[in-house]
């Protein structure tokens, strides 16, 4: 029964190392695909992938926020105050290849507009969290 056991272990180790290598494999893919698709989209010269890929964000973008319920649009705010933060990195990475006058200044231009976004989106949302605190009571 031991051996059978032990057995059994050691069929399941082999099973695991070979969905690590596969899982593996299948991330190593994705991100190859993932840098083609960023390369296309941002170095190739194709405008037109990349007005594509616009109009796609903010047709989801549209359609998010319509089909949220208003008692989420706090936690939805907030979600979107990290993604602006993630913005911010993006930003910040894009400007360290470029060079220009024109580069640098659009590139200042995206890193103080996203950061106006995330400062502006987080004092909102603290005030609207703000409203749900008790108030404590005046003594006199």
Do not use: C, W
């Not at 109009?55 to 705010?77: C, D, N, W, Y």
């Not at 894009?94 to 950061?115: E, K, R």
């Amino acid at each position: 029964m031991l051996e059978e056991q032990i057995s059994l272990l050691e069929h399941l180790q082999r099973e695991l190392g070979l969905l690590k290598e596969a899982m593996l494999q299948h991330q190593a893919e994705m991100m190859e695909a993932a840098g083609e698709t960023a390369a296309a989209v941002s170095g190739g010269g194709n405008l037109g992938l990349t007005l594509f890929v616009f109009a796609l964000a903010i047709f989801l973008g549209v359609e998010l926020i319509t089909k949220v319920p208003s008692q989420l649009h706090t936690p939805l705010m907030s979600g979107s105050n990290a993604i602006s933060g993630i913005t911010i990195v993006g930003a910040l990475l894009a400007m360290q290849n470029v060079s220009g006058p024109a580069a640098i200044i659009l590139g200042l231009l995206a890193v103080i507009t996203a950061t106006v976004n995330v400062v502006g989106g987080y004092l909102v949302t603290d005030r609207m969290l703000g409203m749900f605190k008790s108030k404590k009571k005046e003594e006199v």
